[in-house]
C-alpha cells in the first residue's frame, strides 16, 4: 500500500520475530510490478514492545522494490521488518518479502586449534550436527575470526537430510591470512533456518 513516503513507521507491512541466538538475519524484497517498496530492520531495543524510529538498525531504500538489509549476529530480542510503500502508483501492490533467520545451536565446532595459526598452514576442526526429524534442507553458519572480531568470515554450511543420512561434508577454511599474519581464531556456529516467502 501506498504510505506516507516521509515516514518508514507508517509502513502499513510489518511482520515480527523473536530472535535468540541467532547468527544472521537476512531480508530481502523484490516485485514484479513497477513500484518502490523500502525495507527497515527494527530491533525492540528497550523491550518495551512497540517500534520505534530511533530502534531502526538497517535500511535499504533504493528507487525500486528490490531491498535487501542483513545483519550478523544479532541481539536477542524482539524485531519488526517493515515493508515501506514510498511510491505506489496504483495505491496497491503486491511484492514478495523472504526472511531468513539462522539461529538456533545445532551445529557444533571441536576439536579446534589452540593458539595461534601461522599463515598459510591448514588447520583441521570438527563440526557436528544434530539433524532434524524432517527430510530436508537445512542453512547453518560457522564464524571465524581473530578474538576482536569472531565474525570476520563467515562460512555458511548447508546440510541436505536423507533417509540415510550422509556424512557432514568438509568446511572449507578460507586462506585469506596474509603470509606473515598470526591469526588468533574463535570458531561459532549457529544453525537451523527459518525461511518464508510472502504476497500481499
Ligand atoms: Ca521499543
Ligand atoms: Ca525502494
Known amino acids: 500500500m501506498q504510505d506516507d513516503p516521509y515516514n518508514p513507521m507508517t509502513s502499513s507491512w510489518t511482520c515480527e520475530y523473536m530472535i535468540s541466538g541467532a547468527g544472521l538475519?537476512?531480508?530481502?524484497?523484490?516485485?514484479?510490478?513497477?513500484?518502490?517498496?523500502?525495507?527497515?530492520?527494527?530491533?525492540?531495543?528497550d523491550g518495551d514492545g512497540i517500534p520505534e524510529p530511533s530502534e531502526m538498525i538497517a535500511s535499504s531504500a533504493a528507487p525500486s522494490a528490490d531491498e535487501q538489509v542483513s545483519v550478523i549476529l544479532p541481539d536477542d530480542g524482539r524485531y519488526w521488518v517493515f515493508v515501506h510503500g514510498f511510491g505506489i502508483p496504483d495505491g496497491t501492490s503486491t511484492f514478495?518479502?523472504?526472511?531468513?533467520?539462522?539461529?538456533?545451536?545445532?551445529?557444533?565446532?571441536?576439536?579446534?586449534?589452540?593458539?595461534?595459526?601461522?599463515?598459510?598452514?591448514p588447520c583441521d576442526f570438527t563440526v557436528t550436527y544434530t539433524a532434524p526429524d524432517m527430510v530436508g534442507e537445512y542453512d547453518g553458519m560457522i564464524f571465524i575470526g581473530p578474538t576482536s572480531a569472531p565474525e570476520a568470515l563467515s562460512v555458511p554450511v548447508t546440510?541436505?537430510?536423507?533417509?540415510?543420512?550422509?556424512?557432514?561434508?568438509?568446511?572449507?577454511?578460507?586462506?585469506?591470512t596474509p603470509h606473515g599474519m598470526v591469526l588468533m581464531i574463535v570458531l561459532l556456529a549457529v544453525a537451523g533456518s527459518v525461511a518464508l516467502r510472502r504476497r500481499e
Open 25 to 45: 538475519i537476512e531480508v530481502s524484497t523484490t516485485s514484479s510490478e513497477s513500484i518502490d517498496i523500502d525495507l527497515y530492520l527494527i530491533h525492540d531495543s
Open 159 to 176: 546440510i541436505t537430510t536423507t533417509e540415510t543420512q550422509p556424512p557432514i561434508p568438509p568446511v572449507p577454511v578460507p586462506t585469506l
Open 96 to 121: 514478495d518479502c523472504t526472511v531468513n533467520i539462522i539461529n538456533g545451536n545445532d551445529l557444533m565446532v571441536s576439536d579446534t586449534p589452540a593458539g595461534a595459526i601461522m599463515a598459510d598452514t
